[in-house]
């Protein structure tokens, strides 16, 4: 539907062109050119959606789209039509100036002057009543006759109307007669009326002697019927009016050609509302428009880009340095979580409801506003309806748009209580976390019992040396008196808390309660540290060792492990406890004497305390420590060979072969770390020990390997040591 103008009138003619070029287009659609009283009507309809496209003046568009009364919206500049005139036609022979034209119309004593207009609430009569009260025109000596564009054309021609006024196109009709003529205005009433009246700009009269005002006009459409025809497809079919050639074709061909020719036109009247891109890609304006669009996109890249420079100022930051950019994710992520999925649904919803509402039309005709809708306003309804309950009138007519409108809404709310509720829980779940409080699940896990000064640095090397050097992922549980405190007070400890690397139980491992929080019976692994350097540290410690042999025989027959399956280490300060903390099932011991013993080697072979920084500590240029596990199908072909068949095979891949751990496992296939057992099985096969470096009984030497066993190794990086097995040819 196409909104004109008065019938007879150059918008109706107008109309009527463009609904022909459009009507060309495709044959599935007609285009109908319907009469209206001009510019505002116009607008109206368009507002009401009755309208498709309308024929609008510059200044009606732009009060309209800017004004303070009801805007209209989504709407796009699809082509300038031409530049109308403020006409009023005079029967002289002659044009005559606006003081003759006011002297003229108040000499009448008794008799009023008649002036044709089409409309009283058309842009032509609001802008006849600017004029005169700007230039001092009593009205009070007209009288207006309302009546068509056909038919005022005919009275002014019998000589019943005296004078005619309209905002158009030259009328043919008229220009031929010889007893008529027009009004001018001189270039100081231009120039006042010019800056009293919005967006009227000078005008020439055909002989290009006498001024008067004018306003462009232009053809615009609702977003909503363009997208659905296809832009381009509109545009070209409008270009098409270069093969026409009648006087409004030939008005609008001319209207192209200056905006093609002359940039500041556009700048002049186009830069304030939303234009098609393809017409201005048909007028030739490449790099100097800015779309709203292109604005969007550039407004979307200057946050992208202020949130990359933010995040990475923030990373830089202390406060990163004690929280890590991981804690975010970690903290956060559940958040982050839902609301993609309550956007996604709601987002899913809208455009389900845009899809019934438009199925409705297609199969009843009746046409929903929301369907004129850009997806911006459809959003900002929508929110509003939620939040306030007004929905301006505007209501989905298909049964599913209903529902889906209202699964929009309860996606809105319960979204955001769920969001609530989880962030909630998490903030608590996080307090339990950073007292110790929480019951943990893990399996395999590596607990630290005991904390001291050292604590901090032993669990920065293991996590270095996992993450680093071997490529594995180790998690850790710390067990403490007052683990809140001991993560408030340690920036490093803090910020593993915050990234989940690792764990506290607040309390004491002896205790069963403690025991069970931790899962220690499914740990990998257990550390036992000592408090301080006295002997009752080293008894404190022991107390620990029996607490856990025992919890761990009792939990034996429920998990399926057996009894001494939970890998123990314990720091001990004095010597004279190390049979003891055997007896209690601790299968490493280490002795902080052993520094003493180092000192003294160091002495005697220069050289020595080198080479235990070098084994010891974790760096991209020495060797370090890893353990080859035969069971593994890629380390297949180390088995069943002696310790000498492996160590030159291993050396030319630059591995260095250090011993063979004899590992031995029980029936449900988890490995055997009862010394005792152990010892037994070793005592079997004639060996004296499980780490067997530089083989020296026959037993030893002559010993193959299994499928059980593990190689420790010295290698330059996790890395090279996988190649070099890969590559290793026995």
Request: hydrophobic content about 40%; charged content about 25%; overall charge neutral.
């Amino acid at each position: 539907m196409i909104s004109s103008g008065s019938p007879g009138g150059n918008y109706y003619k107008t109309g009527a062109i463009i609904s022909e070029l459009l009507g060309k287009m495709d044959e599935s659609s007609i285009f109908i050119s319907v009469p209206s009283t001009g510019s505002i009507d116009n607008v109206n309809k368009i507002k009401k959606r009755f309208a498709d496209f309308a024929l609008v003046q510059q200044d009606v568009l732009l009060n309209n789209f800017y004004g303070d009364n009801e805007r209209i919206k989504n709407i796009t500049l699809i082509l300038p039509l031409f530049q109308e005139k403020f006409i009023i036609y005079t029967h002289y022979d002659s044009p005559i100036s606006f003081e003759k034209f006011r002297e003229v119309s108040q000499k009448r004593d008794r008799t009023k002057i008649k002036i044709g207009v089409t409309s009283k609430k058309g842009t032509t009569y609001d802008t006849f009543l600017s004029i005169s009260g700007l230039l001092g025109l009593d009205l009070n000596s007209i009288s207006f006759v309302v009546e068509d564009y056909s038919v005022l054309i005919e009275k002014f021609k019998s000589g019943e109307i005296d004078y005619f006024i309209t905002f158009s196109l030259p009328i043919e009709e008229i220009e031929e007669r010889k007893q008529a003529s027009i009004v001018y205005f001189s270039h100081e009433q231009i120039l006042l009326l010019k800056s009293k009246i919005r967006q009227l700009s000078e005008s020439k009269f055909s002989n290009d002697q006498h001024k008067t005002l004018g306003v462009w006009s232009f053809l615009i459409g609702l977003d909503s019927s363009i997208k659905w025809i296809g832009e381009e497809k509109v545009i070209k079919s409008l270009m098409k009016v270069y093969e026409r050639d009648d006087l409004i074709s030939k008005e609008i061909q001319n209207t192209l050609t200056q905006f093609k020719e002359y940039d500041h036109w556009h700048d002049d009247h186009l830069s304030n509302v939303p234009v098609s891109q393809y017409l201005l890609k048909e007028l030739g304006y490449k790099t100097n428009y800015i779309d709203r669009y292109y604005i969007q996109f550039v407004f979307f890249v200057v946050v992208v880009c202020f949130t990359l420079w933010a995040f990475y100022s923030f990373n830089k930051s202390d406060f990163v340095h004690r929280i890590g950019r991981i804690y975010v994710r970690t903290r956060y992520k559940y958040i982050f979580l839902e609301v993609i999925v309550f956007v996604s649904l709601y987002l899913i919803f809208i455009q389900v409801l845009i899809y019934f509402e438009n199925r409705l039309f297609i199969e009843t005709a009746i046409k929903n506003e929301i369907l004129d809708m850009g997806y911006k306003d459809i959003h900002f309804w929508n929110f509003v309806r939620i939040f306030t309950g007004n929905d301006g009138g505007i209501f989905p007519l298909s049964s599913m748009g209903k529902i889906m409108v209202s699964a929009s809404a309860y996606t809105i709310w319960i979204g955001g209580l769920i969001i609530i509720f989880v962030e909630y829980f998490n903030y608590q779940l996080n307090i339990k976390r950073r007292k110790g409080l929480v019951k943990l699940t893990y399996n395999d896990h590596l607990i630290i019992a005991g904390w001291n000064e050292s604590t901090p640095n032993v669990i920065r090397e293991l996590l270095l040396a996992c993450n680093s050097f071997n490529n594995k992922k180790i998690t850790i549980v710390c067990i403490a008196k007052d683990p809140e405190s001991i993560i408030n007070n340690n920036d490093y400890i803090n910020s593993l808390v915050q990234k989940k690397v690792i764990s506290f139980v607040s309390g004491y491992i002896r205790q069963k309660k403690t025991l069970e929080q931790s899962n220690a019976n499914l740990a990998k692994t257990i550390i036992l540290l000592s408090d301080d350097d006295t002997i009752q540290s080293d008894e404190r410690t022991l107390l620990r060792a029996l607490s856990i042999s025992k919890f761990c025989k009792k939990k034996c027959s429920t998990t399926g492990k057996t009894a001494n399956s939970v890998y123990v280490i314990a720091q001990v300060n004095n010597s004279e406890f190390i049979e003891d903390f055997t007896n209690a099932g601790v299968n490493g011991i280490i002795n902080k004497n052993i520094a003493d013993g180092i000192l003294v080697q160091s002495i005697l072979n220069p050289g020595v305390s080198k080479l235990m920084n070098n084994i010891f500590s974790y760096s991209n240029d020495t060797n370090e420590f890893y353990a080859i596990d035969l069971s593994r199908s890629g380390n297949s072909s180390l088995r069943n060979k002696t310790f000498d068949e492996l160590l030159l095979p291993l050396r030319e891949q630059g591995i260095l072969l250090v011993a063979i751990r004899v590992i031995y496992r029980d029936e449900s296939n988890n490995i055997i770390v009862d010394e005792d057992e152990i010892n037994a099985r070793l005592e079997k096969e004639g060996l004296y020990r499980q780490i067997i470096t530089n083989p020296i009984t026959k037993a030893e030497i002559s010993r193959n390997t299994t499928s059980d066993d593990q190689l420790l190794v010295l290698a330059v990086s996790a890395m090279k040591l996988e190649r070099g097995i890969e590559n290793i040819n026995i």
